[in-house]
């Protein structure tokens, strides 16, 4: 058994072809971009971390030097006990010394810069500012920590967190109980080395609440809704991708620093690459649509047109021509040789077809004037034996049943006729028989009703008839023919299924073998010349060779099924002809 190849299509094939091909361009590019954006992500993230990392030590540092100053006041704990238990005049050189205190413990680091020690119990409220501190600035800070006080009747947490006085923001941190506050202020700009701070970064100083203090180092510098503690120990994308951001958590207070890289400073050139990437892609794109597009003009339906074509020319469409024009000179000689070829095979055709209508014209005849002779021939013997038996009333009445017989045996029209009118010549036939065997046949016809005007070929039930007639019907016995008509699906074809049985002795086997291998001999007798010339009859009407069936019945008789096409596809108008 031959194997057959699957066969891909053209179009599919260069269609997989140029996607994959784009597939892959975009994988490779995807694979660069993503390679490439990962690389500058984390030479920016580490940079970040760096910055973080000395901006959050120099604020720590300064935080730390400013809590070492307060230790140092704190341990001379004798003086600060005078505001409590001492005279008014004590507590007048307590005042004197905590100020020459507070003075040298501001000493202790170039970071310090405001102290505070504020006796509640007395009211007395001592300060050592820092050196560029104005008088207004002095009053405005003495005036916070007294608000201080009064929003903070108990203790006060003693972390460093923020409070803007004035137009300044400082980080404050607070001793306070019910008797004394002591704390120290330093103004946030101060935090930070800011003279050394790269403008490519920008340092992001936020409260607990993530409020923004302030801001500096570089000129693009995020917003409030940028900012978020998710950033806090880890780096990543703003909520726009507008900037990288890592941050940090002061171990001293509830301060936040944030370091920010805008976009466009983490890619630098690399975003016009990127530019450059997508440019080519969609050029790739457009490129790969337009030969797309292109080959589809050119290439494929011109192709699809040729199979159309083909396909109609299988269905029997000899008219079928492609275009004169064609995009390119390939296709220009292909349409051009194949309308040549259609005309050539058109002709040819057309030749073949004339010589077989002839055969078939011929044969047509050759069978009518096979079965109509039969007919007469058996008449003529029926009417020859008669004679010799004197029934002169019997052959009168037998020769007017054959006239009705012979008017519709050679009556014009068309090659099928319907289905009622070929049964009321049988029940003519059956009458006319009845003559020459008086009681021998019983028979019953059984139709469908609704189908009376279905076509079939004229003398189908005749002929089968006659043979019975001819070797199962004796004087001797009853025989019985039964004839049915019923609409039937035969090959997911609705056809009206004919069945004519009688209980003779049936056929001869030799003559079912031949019958089924396809190879009638007819006898020197003409036995059997009347089935087979039928079953040839429907062959070239209905182009089907398996629509009559030949069978003996159990115990005996035969049985002839027909099944009949409702459309005959080939007609002639010799069938009808004397």
Not at 28 to 45: K, P
Not at 179 to 208: H, Q
Not at 451 to 478: G, M, W
């Amino acid at each position: 058994m031959e194997r057959r190849i699957k066969k891909d299509s053209f179009m599919r094939t260069i269609t997989i072809g140029v996607v994959s091909y784009l597939i892959l361009m975009i994988v490779i590019l995807s694979a660069v971009w993503r390679n490439t954006s990962a690389t500058l992500e984390d030479g920016a993230g580490a940079a970040l971390i760096q910055a973080r990392d000395i901006s959050l030590y120099q604020m720590d540092d300064v935080l730390k030097a400013n809590e070492q100053a307060l230790a140092s006041v704190l341990q001379n704990n004798d003086n600060i006990k005078v505001f409590e238990y001492g005279t008014e005049n004590q507590r007048a050189i307590a005042a004197q010394n905590m100020i020459q205190i507070l003075q040298r413990s501001a000493l202790t680091s170039s970071d310090v810069e405001t102290l505070v020690f504020y006796d509640l119990v007395g009211d007395t409220y001592i300060a050592k500012t820092g050196d560029n501190a104005t008088y207004e600035e002095t009053v405005l800070i003495e005036k916070a920590v007294r608000k201080l006080k009064d929003e903070n009747p108990g203790n006060m947490p003693s972390e460093w967190f923020y409070s803007k006085i004035g137009e300044k923001n400082y980080a404050v941190r607070m001793y306070k109980n019910k008797k004394r506050m002591l704390g120290a202020l330093v103004e946030v700009s101060n935090l930070f080395d800011i003279s050394s701070a790269s403008d490519t970064i920008t340092y992001t100083l936020t409260d607990e609440a993530g409020a923004i203090i302030t801001q500096f180092g570089g000129t693009d510098a995020p917003q409030q809704g940028d900012i978020s503690e998710r950033f806090i120990g880890n780096g990543g994308w703003s909520e726009g991708k507008d900037f990288y951001i890592t941050g940090a958590k002061s171990t001293r207070g509830a301060l936040r620093i944030y370091v920010s890289m805008p976009r466009s400073r983490v890619f630098g050139s690399f975003q016009t690459l990127q530019v450059v990437l997508i440019g080519l892609v969609a050029a790739a794109i457009l490129l790969l649509l337009l030969m797309a597009l292109y080959t589809r003009r050119t290439v494929y339906s011109p192709l699809a047109e040729l199979l159309a074509s083909m396909r109609k020319i299988e269905n029997g469409d000899q008219s079928v021509r492609l275009p004169d024009e064609a995009d390119t000179v390939e296709f220009q000689q292909i349409n051009t040789s194949f309308n040549r070829m259609m005309d050539t095979i058109v002709n040819l055709r057309m030749r073949s077809y004339e010589e077989r209508i002839a055969f078939d014209e011929a044969t047509l005849k050759y069978v009518q004037l096979q079965i109509k002779p039969h007919f007469f021939l058996n008449a003529l013997t029926t009417i020859h034996s008669m004679s010799f038996q004197n029934r002169n009333e019997e052959i009168r009445e037998y020769i007017e049943r054959l006239s009705r017989n012979i008017r519709y045996l050679f009556k014009s029209g068309l090659h099928a006729v319907p289905l009622s009118e070929e049964m009321e010549h049988a029940r003519d036939y059956i009458s006319m028989q009845e003559i020459l065997y008086p009681g021998c046949v019983f028979d019953f016809i059984d139709i469908e009703p609704g189908i009376e005007d279905y076509p079939i070929p004229q003398l189908l039930v005749h002929t089968i008839l006659e043979n019975i007639y001819k070797h199962a019907v004796s004087v001797d016995r009853l025989t019985s023919i039964l004839i049915s008509a019923k609409m039937q699906e035969k090959d997911g074809e609705e056809m009206c299924h004919l069945i004519v049985e009688d209980d003779g002795e049936g056929y001869p086997e030799e003559f079912l073998k031949e019958v089924a291998a396809g190879d009638v001999k007819v006898k020197d007798d003409g036995h059997g010349v009347g089935l087979w010339n039928m079953k040839k009859t429907l062959n070239l009407m209905y182009r089907r060779d398996d629509l009559m069936e030949f069978s003996n019945k159990e115990p005996h008789g035969t049985r002839v099924d027909v099944w009949l096409p409702r459309r005959v596809k080939r007609q002639s108008s010799l069938w009808t002809q004397s």
